[in-house]
C-alpha cells in the first residue's frame, strides 16, 4: 500500500509539472529542457557513454530549435534544418526498429552511442517542442492531447494485457507485453481521440484517429527499444529519480520515439490542407 501511494504522488508531480508547463511557453521549453538533461544523464548510463558532449549537443540541438522557431518563427532556415532533423531521425529510429527484431544484441559501437544521443534522444526532444510550436504559433492543445493518447494506451494496454493477456508481444525483451495489451491500448486510444477531437477543437477526429494509431504503434515501439536496453545494460528501471516509477526515461520513452512520427504527420495534414 505504502509503494502504491508513493508511486501515485510521483506519478501525479509529473502529471502535474507536465500539464501546468503546456500553458506556457517559456515554461513548457524550460521543463522539456531539464527532462531531457535528466533523460540525457540515464540514458548513457544504459548505452555505457561517459562523454559530456551529448549535453552540449542536446543543448544546442533542443535550445537552438526552440527559440530559433519562438524569435523566427517564419524563417525559411529553420523549416528547412527542421527537416533534415526530421529525416535523420527517423532513418535513426527505423535502424533501432530493425535492431529491436533482431534477437541480437543492439550494437553501440562508439559512433553509434552519439548518433542515438543526437538522433534518438537529443531530436526526440526537439520535435516534443515542435508539436507544442506547430504551424508557427504555440498549440499546446497538440502536445496535450498527444500525451493524453500514450497515457491511455499505456494504462490500458496495462489493464487489459494484465486481465486477458496470453500472448507475448515480444517476450525476450518485455515478457509482461501482451498481443492482447497492445490491442487493448490501440483501442482504448482510438476511442479517446473522439474525446480529444472533440474538446479541444484542434484537429478533425479522422486526423486525431490516425494520430492515435501512430502514438500506440510507435510509442510501444518506443517502449520496446528502450526495454531492450535495459535489458542490454542489465537494470530494471532507467534511473531512480520517480519513485515507485524507475526513471524520467521510463515515463518519457514513448512520446519520444513517437514524437518525430507525429510531427511528420502534422506537416503532411498542413500541406495537404
Known amino acids: 500500500m505504502k509503494e502504491l501511494g508513493t508511486r501515485a504522488l510521483s506519478g ?9 508547463a503546456l500553458f506556457w511557453q517559456h515554461a513548457l521549453i524550460t521543463l522539456f529542457y531539464f ?3 535528466i533523460c540525457m544523464i540515464e540514458f548513457k548510463k544504459l548505452i555505457h557513454l561517459k562523454s559530456f558532449s551529448p549535453y552540449l549537443i542536446f543543448t544546442f540541438l533542443y535550445l537552438g530549435f526552440a527559440y530559433w522557431s519562438l524569435l523566427s518563427p517564419s524563417t525559411t532556415g529553420v ?16 535502424i533501432l526498429i530493425k535492431d529491436l527484431f533482431s534477437e ?27 508539436i507544442a510550436n506547430f504551424d508557427q504559433k504555440f498549440t499546446p492543445l497538440l502536445l496535450f492531447g498527444s500525451f493524453l493518447l500514450v497515457w491511455i494506451n499505456d494504462t490500458f494496454a496495462y489493464l487489459v494485457g494484465k486481465n486477458f493477456g496470453k500472448q ?3 517476450p525476450k525483451i518485455s515478457p509482461k507485453k501482451t498481443v492482447e495489451g497492445f490491442l487493448g491500448g490501440l483501442f482504448f486510444s482510438c476511442v479517446a481521440s473522439y474525446f480529444i477531437a472533440h474538446y479541444t477543437e484542434t484537429l478533425s477526429f479522422t486526423n ?3 494520430l492515435s494509431i501512430i502514438i500506440s504503434v510507435f510509442g510501444t515501439l518506443g ?17 531512480v529519480i520517480m519513485p515507485g516509477h524507475g526513471g524520467l526515461m521510463d515515463r518519457l ?21
Open 12 to 20: 501525479l508531480l509529473y502529471a502535474s509539472l507536465l500539464v501546468v
Open 35 to 37: 527532462f531531457g538533461i
Open 79 to 94: 523549416d528547412e534544418a527542421c527537416q533534415i532533423l526530421l529525416v535523420l531521425t527517423i532513418f535513426v529510429q527505423l
Open 104 to 130: 541480437k544484441t543492439i550494437p553501440l559501437f562508439s559512433a553509434k552511442r552519439f548518433i542515438l544521443t543526437t538522433f534518438y534522444l537529443s531530436s526526440g526532444f526537439v520535435f516534443i517542442n515542435a
Open 168 to 170: 507475448k508481444l515480444f
Open 208 to 210: 486525431w484517429l490516425i
Open 223 to 239: 517502449d520496446l527499444i528502450e526495454s531492450k536496453f535495459k535489458r542490454q545494460a542489465n537494470v530494471k528501471d532507467s534511473g
Open 253 to 273: 520513452d514513448s512520446i519520444i520515439f513517437a514524437a518525430p512520427f507525429i510531427f511528420l504527420f502534422l506537416r503532411l495534414v498542413h500541406y495537404v490542407s
